[in-house]
Nanobody
Framework: EVQLVESGGGLVQVGGSLRLSCATSGFDFDDCVIGWFRQAPGKEREGVSYINRIDGSTLNEDAVKGRFTISSDKAKNTVYLQMNNLKPEDTAVYYC????????????????????WGQGTPVTVSS
């Protein structure tokens, strides 16, 4: 059974940092793409950052470039999202999702292309 469990969300002030974790199990961690998405109240779910575990390539959406970094730890089957210089518009529930198997170095960004999702962790940035 595929499982993804997010943690690390919370309340932080503007300009602060948080690190989110996505602990995974039940699939080949070396043949997947894992993405971080977020959904703010009243808004559509949007992509944030992605990592292709086949070649280690990453992709960040424009809204978070230069502030967020995605990484992974094979020994722990865990993906991280380091979020720095947080802004009020980063407030949302953050989800990790996996697309597996992937077979190539392509990084999909559309949420509907991901097969399994975690339950989400809330992030609130106060000003």
């Amino acid at each position: 059974e595929v499982q993804l469990v997010e943690s690390g969300g919370g309340l932080v002030q503007v300009g602060g940092s948080l690190r989110l974790s996505c602990a995974t199990s039940g699939f080949d961690f070396d043949d997947c793409v894992i993405g971080w998405f977020r959904q703010a109240p009243g808004k559509e779910r949007e992509g944030v950052s992605y990592i292709n575990r086949i070649d280690g390539s990453t992709l960040n959406e424009d809204a978070v470039k230069g502030r967020f970094t995605i990484s992974s730890d094979k020994a722990k089957n865990t993906v991280y999202l380091q979020m720095n210089n947080l802004k009020p518009e980063d407030t949302a529930v953050y989800y990790c999702a996996v697309r597996t198997p992937q077979f190539n170095s392509y990084i999909p960004t559309a949420p509907e292309l991901y097969d399994h999702w975690g339950q989400g962790t809330p992030v609130t940035v106060s000003s």
